[in-house]
Each structure stands twice: as structure tokens, then as C-alpha cells.
DNA sequence: CATGAATGAGACTTCATTCAT
DNA sequence: CATGAATGAAGTCTCATTCAT
């Protein structure tokens, strides 16, 4: 019996759940099987269906349990999302990692070394992607991790840009903010628009070789 | 505008359309009044609620007349979706569009023309255009719709690209079609993430700026 | 699809609703007929099941309409209920009603009239008083109702208690408010011991000289 | 209190229960205080959270035990309800006999006692017995258990009440089961109304002069 | 005895679309 | 053409109870 809206006070004072609601460790290694399990299936099914006609039960179907454990290890829908493309998005964050070596190495290279990891990190999980992009269109909390990235990314390119243009390398008259933002566009929508929306219409390699040049012309990189 | 009493001859020999299901304009000018309501009301909820979350109650509501008559005018929430986004898109497009003297004029003021009126018209729409984002990335027909969007301009790009490097004026080395794609991902997401996702995060002339420096410089644009 | 969480805000900010969601009076005579054999089915289906277990496909069975009509006129279970009791408390209060010639007569005779037109009333709709006792101990509104049907009782008594107590006719040394609150429970309680928790225990008549005896000896009712 | 060492033989040669799923008082020491744990959390939480959102992992983590566990020691969330609400029950009772030296003395005193000591008791247990009104409204077998609680009360009253009468001292005409049916009522729900409908409304000497007051003088009481 | 993961039935509600008037 | 009532499929989430370890 669903009462829910005579009681609702304890959704929000309630102390510490009782379980594993808010996606703790299971305390068991059945436990951890299972919520892999559920992770496993979830990637599958969101990538397959989309994020809106993702069902709950599709979901435990895959993985082989009832649906009432999928509760015992996620609150809801978006929550499992959340931690799938938690995964993925740091699989995107550690691909591109620029390697000591490289970062020394010059500019040009560094920054075709990040497009490359990007483009491939990218491609790999286009799929999940995809649905990071059209979740985070309509729920704000998603809409939110997903600026969260992009953050990170434009961030980092506004970064190596400021240093660049105080080394005297790149054009000091570009906003580092706005340059990075429209850098950012560019290989992100590429992407998108490529891997997503079309079915892989470039070689990596070409790809990757206008967007760095388009890049580093861009900025005025000089040796 | 039209009053009633104008052309009642038409209204009654024009030739029946075999139906009004797929939006053809109606017989009479009450219909045709009633069919601009929609739209209008169509264009608020839309861009108020997203498309999921708009309910054709109130978009008929919205436009005062019963929730029955919506069907006489669109066969569903897709197709008044549709036409109002092409409505936008049209506007976009003539928005577009390089005036002949300075399509007559510099390479470099031809981009900055084309990409300042493109900035414009987003931003005058920003709302809608966040609205098919969403819708396209769960309505094939409507991906197709923003797909088509994509090409012109891309193609347009595309085909400016081969002329200046045909003329020698743009890097031969460049794919033209590649760099068309990255090109119009740059700032049709520039405009995305600083208009949609972001609140109006730039200057005008900061962004067109940026944006022009980037795709010339980019393309090795030489005057 | 439900994402009521990712847009609460509707709910409360929402204008007027677009329709009789609120339980207005529906705009066609078919609409009434519909709205009453609801309101027919679900006083039934309460009666036979209990708050708790009746469903809403029980109602709508019951009347013969498809579930989504419910909500073309109720927003919810509580709200139809809300509509059903008032509907009887309705007439338990207009049978309370102690007619003119009454009044002027006898004390004695008021209260033994008023008590017998409460035990009637009560005996007619005992069912759903249960249901009613039962609903109010979980759910605050309709605790907040039963409350305010018991007040209406209390401070007629209580009135009444004052004006004989002024006219010396009733012990002074009693607290008019307690003691219109003990016996509005004796009969109150009386009825639901009686006629809920037990099956017909008592004969109208002696149940009535009882409670009248008790009622007047109690406050020293002097003729 | 007993410590598991004290008494191990017993706990060995004590002949097995069949089954402790009824409530039986379990073999070990340790066994009895998690079950003395857990009927301690579960008064608290039915009492914080009513019968029916009461929740068994509420109770075993208020206990500090696992959920499982809960079934070693009661069969259900009613047996447990149940042997809580008992011992209450008890209390009540026990507060409710009156002292042989008050038995002794003149009625009216006798009468005010057990009021006095019944409006205490309720009061003190208030929030439980809030709880069994809930939960006789749809659990059969607690409905059974609460008018058991009413027929004792009832029960002493009408054994009183005929016992004064065959003395004389009490008005014969007086049918002695409702009336005491009537006083019953009037006690038991002015507790419910004052204490737990509204929040602590009158003072204890007012209440219990007035309750008093109303049943000897309704009874007519002669010294 | 204790643990905690697994189970699964089932009611509510929404809303695009249809249809009788 | 307009009205507004009627339709009905379908997915989420809860939680008492069971069971394997």
C-alpha cells in the first residue's frame, strides 16, 4: 500500500538507511557480485534502449535477479545510471592523462596526444555517451555531471593555454576562457557528431590530424 | 492579416485537402487562426517544459480551445513539435544566409559575418534549439530533422573550404569535409554550451572574436 | 514514463488545473452522471473493504469506466474519500438538526432527541464512520476532518451546557467545555462500540433512555 | 539480571520448545535480551511511526540486530505489535485495581480512584494506545484484543453498577450493561479525544472531578 | 543463533489519442 | 469544426518474509 504522500517528513530527516541505498559496498562478496551484476546489466540495457526506455526489470532480467534486489543496491534508475557512467567517465578522465614524457615533449605533440586519447576514449564508449547526452537533457542533476566534465576538460585546456601564451608561444590576444570553450566544443562535438549521431565517419588518423591543426593554428602556437 | 469576410469564395471552392492530419494549412481562416494559436502555445510549453514533459492539454489550454480540436489541426505531439521547430529553424537558416556584397567581400569578414548572425539567431533561440537537442536524442525522426540541420551548414562550410583552397587561399592539406565537421561542431556547441548549458556566459564580440580567429587561422586563411 | 522527481515543482506552481482534477463540477450532464457513480462505488467499495484495501480498480469497476476516468475526477483516493464522507457527515449533521418546536421545548426532550437523531444518523452510516475512524488514524487530513466533525458536536453541547447552566437549570460547578467534551464522547463512542465494534448491541430505545439519563442527571438538569 | 554464566544447566536440561515462533520465552540469556531489545525498539518505533509505516528493519536496526534475526523471535510485525501492545495492556490493567482500603470506602471515592488512575495510566501510554486504535481498525485480531481490553473495563463497571444497585444505592431503572456500555465510553474516549485527537487539553483534577461528577450523579449515586 | 541478501506480488498514476455529441 | 469525456497500457517501487551461509 503506497502512502507516500502522508509520511514524506522521512525521506529527508530518516538517519542512515538501514542498507546499501545510496551504493556503499555490499558487506558481502555475494553482495558485490550481485551489485556488479546489476552495473554490468545496467550498461547494456541503457546502452541499447536509451536512458527513458530503460525498465527497471530489463535491467534485473539481465542480470538474473528479481527486481526488488535492483532496490537494495540503487535507490533508482538515475542513481544506477550515475554510477555506470561514473565508471565510464573516469575511464575518459584516465585515458586522457598525458603521460610524463609527452607533457615534456612539444606542444604540437601534447596536444595531438590528448586529442588522440580523447577521440579514442570516446569512441569506445560513444555508446554510453550518447546517453549521458540525451539524460543529461532532461534531468538536471545528470545535466549537472555532465558540465562537471566538461568543466574539467575546458579547464584544463584553458590551463595549458595561459601557459602557452605566457611562454610567449600561443596568441596572447585570444581569452583563454572563450578559446578554450570553443577548443573544447570542437573535439567534444566532434565526437558526438561523428561516433553519435553519424556511425564513424572519419579515420582516427585524419581526424585526428585536422582537429590538431586546427587547434594549434588556432591558438598561434609557434615551436 | 486575413479577416473572415475577405475571400469566403476560396474558402469554399478551394479544392478539400484530403485531410488536415499532417499540417496542411486549413480551409478556413477561423482554422487558420486556430492553427497559429497552437503553434504559438506550442512554442511556450515547449520551450517551458521540454518536449517530454509537454502535455498537449496544455498547449491546448495554452491556446484556449478544447484538447479534441488539437487533432483537427496536428496528428500528434511530434508533428506540432515539428513545425514549430522548423518555423525556428527557417529563421536560423535566413538568419543564415551572407548578404551579396559581403559574400563579394573578404574571406575573413565573410566568417565573421556568417558566424556572428549564426551566434545571433541561437541565441535569439536558444530555447527551442535546447528543446530539439533534447527531442533528437530520442525521436529518430526528429534526429533525422537536427541531422539535416547539421549538413547544411556543414556542407556549406564544406563547399566555402574548397573554393578558398582551390583559390589557394586555405590549407590544401585540410580535408574539407573533416574540417567542415569540426568546424561547425566548434560553434554550433560553443553556442550550446554557452547559451543552453551555461547561462550566457560570453560577450558578443568576445565570442565572434574568439570563434573567427580560431576557423581562420585554423583553415591558414591567407587574404 | 515516470520521472515525477525530476520536476516536482509543477505541482505546486502548476495554474489552474486543466480540468476537474480538484472535483469541480464536470462541464456535462454525462460528465455529472460519471462523477456521481464514482462517488456510488467507491462509498460501496470503502464500506465493503476499509480505506486501506480499497483500490481504485475496484471503484472504477464498480462504476464501469476505465480507471483513467478516476482521475478525470478525483486526484486521488483520499480525495474521493474526502468527497464520499462529507457527503455523509452531511446528513449526520442535518439530522442532527433539532427542529424548531423541539428547541423550545423541554431540556430534557432536546437532549433525548438530539441523542436518538445522533444514534440513527449514526446506525444509517455506521459503515462508513468505521472507515472514517480508520482513515483518521494514518492519514492527517482526514484526521484534521474527524477532528472538526467532533468540535462541531462539542461546542453545540457546550453551548447548550452554558445556556442552562446561566438559566440555573444545570450544575455551575461543572467546566462547560470538559464536560460537553465527556459526553460527546459517551455517545460518540457509545455509537461506534455499539454499532462498528460490535454488531447491533443494544435496542434504540434503551441505548437512547440510557444515554439520555445519564446526560441529564449528569449535568443536574433541573426541569 | 542474569548472566549467561549463572545458570548454564538450565538452559541445557530445560526441555526444548517446540518453537519459539509463538513468543515463547527463549532458552538462552542471550537469546532473552535480544528479545527483550527488540520489543524495546519496537515500541519505540510503533510508537514514532504508527502500525502500518512501522517497518521491520526499523525495529531490528533500532535493536541492533540483523533483519533475519527478527524471525528467530517473533513470527510477524503483528506477534510482535501484539506482545508490545500486551504489555501494556498490563500496565493499564494493573493501574486499574483498586486498592483494597479504597474498595472498602464509599463508592464515589472508589469511582474516582479508577478514573484518576485510568485517565494516568492512558496518558502515560498515550502514544501506544494510539496505535492499537490504528491497528484494530484493520487487523481483525488486534480489533478482537482491543475489545477484549474494553469488555474487562466494561465488565467491572457493570459488575460494580448492578452490585449498587442491589444495594439500593444506584438507580434500578438502569439497564446495568449499557449503561455501563455508555460510561465505558465516555472514559476510554475523553482519554482518546484529550490525549491523543488533540494535545493534552485539560487538567487532570478537572478531568477527573468531571468524569467523576457526570458518572455518580448519571448513575444516581446515593451515599 | 545470527546474518543480510533475495524475493515478488501488485497498486497507483499518467497522458497521448479517440470518439460520441 | 469544436468540445471534453473516456480510454488503457505499462513501469516503478515497497517491504514482510524466506533462505543460504
Not at 106 to 124: C, K, V
Not at 189 to 208: G, H, P
Given at each position: 500500500m503506497t502512502r507516500a504522500s502522508e509520511a514524506p517528513a522521512r525521506e529527508v530527516s530518516a538517519p542512515a538507511p538501514a542498507s546499501l541505498l545510496d551504493g556503499d559496498v555490499p558487506a558481502t562478496s555475494r553482495g558485490r557480485r550481485t551489485r556488479e551484476r546489476l552495473l554490468d546489466a545496467a550498461a547494456v540495457v541503457f546502452e541499447r534502449d536509451g536512458y527513458l526506455d530503460a525498465k527497471i526489470v530489463d535491467i534485473t532480467v539481465t542480470a538474473g535477479v528479481s527486481s526488488g534486489t535492483f532496490y537494495t543496491y540503487f535507490p533508482s534508475k538515475e542513481a544506477i545510471f550515475t554510477a555506470v557512467i561514473t565508471d565510464v567517465v573516469d575511464r575518459l578522465f584516465a585515458a586522457a592523462v598525458v603521460p610524463a614524457d609527452v607533457r615534456r615533449g612539444?606542444?604540437?605533440?601534447?596536444?595531438?596526444?590528448?586529442?588522440?586519447?580523447?577521440?579514442?576514449?570516446?569512441?569506445?564508449h560513444a555508446g554510453l555517451m550518447a546517453i549521458l547526452e540525451q539524460a543529461a537533457t532532461f534531468n538536471p542533476r545528470l545535466r549537472e555531471m555532465r558540465r562537471g566534465i566538461r568543466h574539467s576538460f575546458r579547464n584544463r585546456t584553458e590551463k595549458g593555454l595561459r601557459h602557452l601564451q605566457e611562454q610567449g608561444r600561443a596568441d596572447p590576444?585570444?581569452?583563454?576562457?572563450?578559446?578554450?570553450?570553443?577548443?573544447?566544443?570542437?573535439?567534444?562535438?566532434?565526437?558526438?557528431?561523428?561516433?553519435?549521431?553519424?556511425?564513424?565517419?572519419?579515420?582516427?588518423?585524419?581526424?585526428?590530424?585536422?582537429?590538431?591543426?586546427?587547434?594549434?593554428?588556432?591558438?598561434?602556437?609557434?615551436?
Open positions: 612539444p606542444a604540437a605533440e601534447r596536444i595531438e596526444y590528448a586529442t588522440r586519447a580523447y577521440l579514442r576514449a570516446y569512441s569506445e590576444a585570444l581569452s583563454p576562457r572563450c578559446t578554450a570553450e570553443a577548443l573544447t566544443s570542437m573535439v567534444s562535438n566532434f565526437c558526438y557528431a561523428s561516433l553519435v549521431l553519424e556511425a564513424d565517419s572519419y579515420q582516427e588518423d585524419e581526424a585526428v590530424q585536422t582537429l590538431t591543426t586546427l587547434w594549434t593554428r588556432g591558438i598561434g602556437l609557434s615551436a
